[in-house]
């Protein structure tokens, strides 16, 4: 049973979760961009595997695409309100678990406002076209099960059913997340942290009466569970295309590594002269976050036991994760982005709020004063610069009612305004070499009509009075849509591939 302060302040976060819906979901941002609306594109006749991945990639599972696409055969609301409710969803949950393990209701309120408000710089945790909110879901969920079964290990119980059934949920989801993104991996360094951390655990795991005891069942079907897992992933990357880039998941070139701390130098210099980001808070929001952990760390002596397995767990491997990210060729690409480290901006709260459980109520309020004024300041004055009072879904709703046919535009136009009017409008990038819908050819292909921007229609090969793309062939009509800044010039297919 929730206690009635508990209960209040679960309520406020209900209220705090709405209103950073109505302002950061998709269908609300103007920041809607085609690298969030593909996911939103891949809900329509979502096929596996050829969809199992985000379009054009063999990594980011697409666990968001498939959850909306299972709802959308059902619930027919426009597709991105229905992504963006799915999206916060998963986040609601993984907040929900995560913040059980929080004894301070200023912590729970707090994590609250650190993921559903968050640092410009890692706004990407709430919109949908990262792979941060499918990590966060998943994690919480095998965190989740994985508490219970710890509690098994400790006893000397024989194992039943359900007991197996927590086992098969808690590799599952664990296995989950490792598809939605391979650092995901990196849980499995907390269950091995969490093991060596508590003595329970420990001893009867190793102990000379393992063998004889009930667990080696449990554990041999562990092994089994987790090696067909990765087996099955590594086996559905298989049939993509391999990326010479990404694939290579780590810089090992000394100059790279370098450069890389070159990166991360200007990037920790101009944060800690204040110079960095659009505002003093910005930078401020590091110096409270530092301030803030060192106080955790020097209030942990009277911590409850459990508890501090658990922040010596989760801290050991945030260490980790933030050397493997350090050291990733993606990161590295990126001249030490700090956007990767979304998923660890948003677990490093966990870590902090942990550390309020021993703190006097009025330490809390202090440690939630330091810690909230720099992080809202900087996110509301972002929605402050940012906030506009149309959103591109706004903008481009028109596009709905053209009559249905595929759009050819730049990228960050063709798959955005498809997304946008999705019932009549398939997108299509005019480049190869950002298409990410090549393998829906015959989708796209096969529509009579087709929009082109009138500002980009001298890239295209001409011959007489058509126009070619992609080995098609289209003729003029005469008719065209102004839309927002863009004029939507429409266009016949005439090739004799189309039926």
Excluded at 29 to 41: E, G, K, P, R, T
Excluded at 298 to 319: A, E, H, Q, R, V
Aim: proline share 3%; hydrophobic share 50%.
């Amino acid at each position: 049973m929730l206690q009635s302060a508990e209960f209040g302040v679960y309520l406020l976060c209900f209220v705090l979760i709405s209103i950073s819906f109505y302002f950061f979901s998709a269908i609300n941002i103007d920041c809607f961009n085609s690298d969030q609306a593909v996911q939103v594109l891949m809900v329509k006749n979502f096929q596996w595997p050829a969809d199992s991945y985000y379009w054009g990639q063999n990594r980011l599972g697409s666990l968001l695409p498939l959850i909306s696409s299972f709802f959308y055969s059902f619930i027919k609301i426009h597709p991105i309100i229905l992504v963006s409710i799915i999206n916060y969803m998963m986040l609601v949950i993984g907040w929900f678990i995560f913040s059980k393990y929080l004894k301070s209701n200023w912590a729970k309120l707090l994590f609250c406002i650190a993921v559903f408000f968050p640092h410009p710089t890692y706004f990407f945790i709430i919109l949908i076209g990262h792979p941060y909110q499918g990590q966060f879901f998943t994690l919480a969920l095998a965190t989740l099960f994985i508490n219970d079964l710890f509690n098994k290990i400790t006893t000397f119980e024989k194992w039943n059913w359900k007991d197996y059934l927590n086992l098969f949920f808690t590799v599952f989801t664990s296995i989950l997340a490792v598809w939605v993104s391979e650092l995901s991996l990196v849980y499995y360094v907390f269950v091995l942290f969490y093991i060596l951390f508590n003595k329970k655990v420990r001893n009867h795991l190793f102990s000379g009466a393992f063998l004889k005891s009930k667990l080696l069942f449990p554990v041999i079907s562990t092994v089994l569970l987790l090696l067909i897992g990765i087996l099955l992933i590594l086996d559905l990357k298989h049939g993509f295309e391999k990326d010479p880039v990404y694939d290579q998941f780590f810089i090992s070139n000394f100059s790279d590594i370098e450069l890389q701390f070159h990166y991360f130098y200007i990037q920790f210099k101009d944060v800690l002269l204040l110079q960095n980001h659009c505002t003093i808070f910005e930078c401020l929001f590091y110096y409270s976050i530092v301030i803030g952990l060192l106080i955790v760390v020097f209030n942990l002596k009277n911590i409850d036991y459990s508890i501090s397995i658990l922040f010596k767990t989760l801290g050991l491997t945030f260490i980790v994760a933030i050397i493997l990210l350090f050291f990733s060729s993606w990161n590295y690409r990126s001249k030490f982005d700090p956007k990767y480290f979304n998923l660890l901006y948003a677990l490093l709260w966990v870590l902090i709020g942990i550390g309020f459980g021993n703190m006097s109520q009025l330490k809390q309020f202090a440690m939630f004063i330091l810690l909230c004024i720099p992080l809202l300041y900087s996110n509301l004055n972002y929605l402050k610069i940012t906030f506009q009072p149309n959103s591109v879904f706004e903008k481009y709703m028109e596009v709905s009612k053209l009559p249905k046919g595929t759009l050819v535009a730049d990228y960050w136009k063709a798959y955005k305004i498809a997304a946008i009017g999705f019932d009549s409008i398939d997108g299509v990038s005019k480049n190869f070499w950002d298409c990410r819908n090549i393998h829906k050819y015959k989708q796209w292909s096969k529509n009579e009509n087709f929009y082109f921007i009138k500002n980009e229609l001298f890239e295209y090969e001409k011959r007489n009075d058509t126009l070619c793309f992609r080995g098609l062939i289209f003729k003029p009509t005469n008719t065209f849509y102004k839309i927002d800044i863009d004029t939507f010039l429409l266009y016949k297919n005439v090739s004799k591939s189309v039926k």
